[in-house]
């Protein structure tokens, strides 16, 4: 027997289980594979923020707009996935860096993005666990954070009662041309096929302008009340926008749990899942910086994970070369956050249907238009 479907999607991470969702609900004959686990990979060892970023237009258009869809959804959401509406604050450490503060008040403003600046006084207040003397912060109200691997189970089965049929432990050896082929031989046939594997996606698409991207993350027992809003130092951006270096910054989540996640870190060429013991050592010790009284406490896991990056820092998001495949990865640190503006763009695509955004910035084609200039 032939098994067909209108759509299937490669992997059940948070962006291929929000992509299989999305087009489920849209009417689509769908099915998911998953060589592993549902929420595993980058998923399971994200942070998990719902932010708004600013890197670019394009970044800041598809984080704002995912973080609207997150926002309808949240009324959904079943207690485990711990959607909580803390906001981001962004540390400014000196004078310097509450010039950046006030850089990026104006941006968001623009884009009607609510902010509030907090001086000195303010931010000790609103965290008295922090460092003093900090110049201040800018306050994002709109940030959220929730527990990616929950979240990705619940899109998985919103699917699946929308008719999606689930693969699961099923490992895809080919994919193209309408045609997917298990490692065990087994084929099934698609329309359309979205690849959403994240820092393994060049495994199928040796070409794809996606590199892993290396992270570490730690996670305390429970201390109630010690953090009230995600936290994250100015120079994070430096950190994050490098595409080269290792770098660290101070970036602390508060849990419903109770428990603070700390992280981050970023690694190229270094695929070893072990942990990094000396970037591990310069985390906490960024943390420590910003909050030295978090070296009281104690932390049960330390884990690692990888993002994938792209060049441009952008998600690759639509078709490609072959008629029949089309992608969904790159996100690096947002895939949590992009998840939702992803699936409907896609999908909005796929079914010819008008975005709420321009799905342009993100389409696969600008890498190959790159390659074939150069």
């Given at each position: 027997m032939k098994l067909s479907y209108d759509a299937v999607v490669i992997g059940a991470g948070i962006v291929g289980a929000a992509c299989a969702c999305e087009l489920a609900r849209a009417g689509m004959r769908m099915a998911i594979v998953e060589a592993q686990i549902i929420g595993g990979g980058a998923t399971a060892a994200g942070m998990g923020h719902i932010v708004v970023m600013d890197d670019s237009p394009a970044q800041l258009a598809l984080t704002q707009y995912s973080q609207s869809l997150w926002n309808e959804l949240a009324s959904q959401l079943p207690p485990n996935v711990e959607y909580d509406r803390c906001g981001t604050l962004w540390i400014a450490a000196d004078d310097d860096e509450m010039q950046e503060v006030h850089r990026?008040?104006?941006v968001y403003a623009a884009a009607?993005?609510?902010?509030?600046?907090?001086?000195?006084?303010?931010?000790?207040?609103?965290?008295?666990?922090?460092?003093?003397?900090?110049?201040?912060?800018?306050f994002v109200p709109s940030d959220a954070v929730i527990y990616p691997p929950c979240a990705a189970m619940y899109l998985v089965e919103c699917a699946k009662q929308a008719g999606a049929t689930l693969y699961l432990e099923r490992a895809v050896a080919k994919a193209g041309k309408g045609r997917?082929?298990?490692s065990d031989g087994t084929e099934i046939f698609a329309a359309s096929i979205i690849h959403a594997t994240g820092a393994s996606a060049s495994r199928l698409m040796p070409h794809l302008p996606v590199r892993k991207r290396k992270g570490h993350l730690v996670i305390t027992d429970r201390y109630p009340g010690f953090v009230r809003h995600q936290l994250v130092e100015l120079g994070y951006l430096k950190s994050a926008h490098s595409t080269s270096s290792d770098s660290v910054a101070f970036n602390v989540q508060p849990r419903r749990t109770g428990q603070l996640l700390?992280?981050?870190?970023?690694?190229?060429?270094?695929e070893g899942t072990g942990v990094d013991q000396n970037i591990l050592g310069a985390m906490l010790a960024r943390a420590f910086d910003y909050i030295p009284s978090l070296q009281g406490l104690s932390s049960i896991r330390v884990w690692t994970?990888?993002?994938?990056?792209?060049?441009?820092?952008?998600?690759?998001i639509g078709p490609t070369e072959d008629a029949s495949v089309f992608l969904a990865t790159g996100h690096e640190g947002l895939g949590i956050t992009?998840?939702?503006?992803?699936?409907?763009?896609?999908?909005?695509?796929?079914?010819d249907r008008t975005p709420a955004i321009s799905l342009a910035p993100y389409l696969p084609e600008r890498f190959a238009c790159e390659a074939a200039h150069a």
């Open positions: 990026k008040q104006a009607h993005v609510s902010t509030e600046i907090l001086d000195a006084k303010a931010l000790a207040e609103a965290e008295p666990n922090l460092r003093r003397p900090l110049a201040g912060a800018l997917l082929v298990f700390i992280g981050s870190s970023r690694q190229y060429n270094n994970g990888f993002r994938a990056a792209t060049p441009d820092k952008l998600p690759l992009t998840s939702l503006a992803t699936a409907r763009l896609l999908t909005d695509h796929l079914l």
